[in-house]
């Protein structure tokens, strides 16, 4: 096997060594990299955003999902969408149920609307659709483009706080007050005290790049928890019988969202699918050195179709919609430029199975942590959003701290598209405003009056 060696300014990969099915599979030698490193890409961005397996099941539980079938359909849609990405798309990009959009469903529209789980999974089958149809079709492109930036920006950092705001929640560190709403909790209880171990561990790890810091940070808490004897142990760590999710298989309840019009509901999952999804895969394509002079990415269509199938797939099994992970990016540093590496992190995912006896035990507050992390390196899109402009500032403002407050990624979409067209209009920059945005708008002030 070879390694990457240096002529000149240029990086040249030898590839001699590739077997002819994978070349002709992969085109490895075509995008300059091997089997070897491709492997090792994999790998590394398994241990970067493995930690899924444990906050996604928690988060479903939550919801009132079996928690077996929630381990079960997390780990079986992320190898499903991930496959489809590296087969069909030929993609060094693996795909989970995204962060985020898993809070808003067990969060909002389950807990917050008081509807059944499958009812939320019927909402998020439907925006699978939606979102399969827009992309067919190219209004996913327009829809993108009729969006403001500065509230795409918003978007991301709100998702952020409101992720944070639920891991402290989760961890007890944040509790209901009668009076105040929100309130220190006691952090000299078992709980709190170990969460914010686990937070340190995980934040300093992070930092000091090291690979897996989420996955040691969580295992760590568990640990200490068991010890002290607030986690019970796993009766054993690896099983042989796959985790059964026949509870939640076909049971979305399609019928039942339409019934209740869920509009705005299915209207966030689609619009944060969309944003978070093309945002990550043009941003990791590009890294990857796969995006062209005139920025054209190859399979960048199949991998939006296939997104939009694995969330259907996802909701059919009983998870929430799909998004490609950031955390692709370790990968793709580490050489994987092609489908082999996300074929790589489905096989470690379809591996996970085996361990989910040591998955089921994983407590709330050993994940909790990582949702705080989570939403810190989200608040970095802030980075992007200019507030000189008041009538950019006051939607962008409303919509990163709705998020939060209303507990409620769909009330924060809402503020901020509303605040953003009404003001455009109201002080003569009607220019300003996408035609789209119109439609949007009216569309969310109808769900408002009717309830939908």
């Not at 990968?331 to 089921?360: D, M, N, Q, Y």
């Not at 035609?435 to 969310?444: D, G, H, N, P, T």
């Amino acid at each position: 096997m070879t390694n990457l060696e240096k002529s000149g300014e240029k990086e040249i990969v030898k590839t001699k060594a590739n077997p002819v099915w994978l070349e002709k599979l992969f085109h490895l030698t075509e995008r300059e990299t091997n089997v070897k490193t491709e492997i090792i890409a994999g790998i590394t961005t398994f241990m970067a955003m493995s930690y899924i397996i444990f906050v996604n099941p928690t988060i479903l539980s939550d919801a009132g999902i079996p928690r077996e079938a929630a381990i079960g359909a997390t780990i079986f849609a992320s190898v499903l969408a991930t496959v489809l990405f590296a087969l069909w798309a030929n993609m060094p990009i693996a795909v989970a149920p995204g962060m985020g959009l898993n809070a808003f469903f067990a969060y909002t529209v389950v807990l917050g609307h008081g509807l059944n789980w499958q009812t939320g999974l019927g909402a998020v089958f439907i925006s699978g659709v939606v979102f399969f149809v827009l992309t067919i079709t190219g209004l996913r492109k327009k829809i993108i483009q009729c969006i403001p930036n500065v509230l795409k920006s918003a978007i991301s950092v709100g998702i952020g706080l409101f992720i944070a705001f639920i891991g402290f929640k989760q961890a007890g560190i944040i509790v209901s007050h009668k009076e105040n709403l929100v309130a220190l909790g006691e952090i000299t209880k078992p709980e709190p005290l170990l969460a914010l171990i686990g937070f340190i561990v995980v934040a300093v790890l992070t930092v000091r790049k090291v690979k897996g810091a989420a996955i040691m940070s969580i295992f760590l808490v568990t640990i200490l928890g068991m010890i002290i004897g607030i986690v019970h142990p796993p009766k054993s760590i690896i099983s042989f019988s796959l985790p059964s999710i026949s509870d939640t298989f076909l049971k979305m309840d399609i019928l039942a969202a339409l019934h209740y019009g869920l509009f705005s509901i299915i209207f966030s999952f689609t619009m944060v699918e969309l944003f978070d999804n093309l945002g990550s895969m043009v941003g990791l394509s590009k890294k990857a050195g796969l995006m062209d002079e005139k920025g054209n990415i190859e399979g960048l269509d199949k991998a939006l179709i296939a997104d939009s199938m694995a969330t259907m797939a996802s909701a059919a099994m009983g998870s929430t919609a799909m998004n490609a992970y950031v955390e692709n990016a370790t990968g793709i540093a580490e050489g994987g430029k092609t489908g082999l590496k996300a074929l790589v992190v489905a096989f470690l995912f379809l591996l996970s199975l085996l361990f989910t006896p040591l998955i089921g035990v994983i407590p709330s507050f050993a994940t909790s942590p990582v949702l705080i992390l989570v939403g810190a390196f989200m608040l970095t899109e802030i980075k992007n959003i200019s507030l000189n402009d008041y009538s950019d500032a006051i939607p962008v403002f409303l919509t990163i701290v709705l998020m939060p407050l209303t507990f409620s990624i769909g009330e924060g979409l809402t503020f901020g598209f509303l605040s953003y067209t009404i003001i455009k209009l109201l002080t003569n920059r009607a220019k300003e405003i996408h035609w789209l945005m119109y439609i949007i708008s009216a569309a969310f002030i109808l769900s408002f009056i009717f309830q939908v």
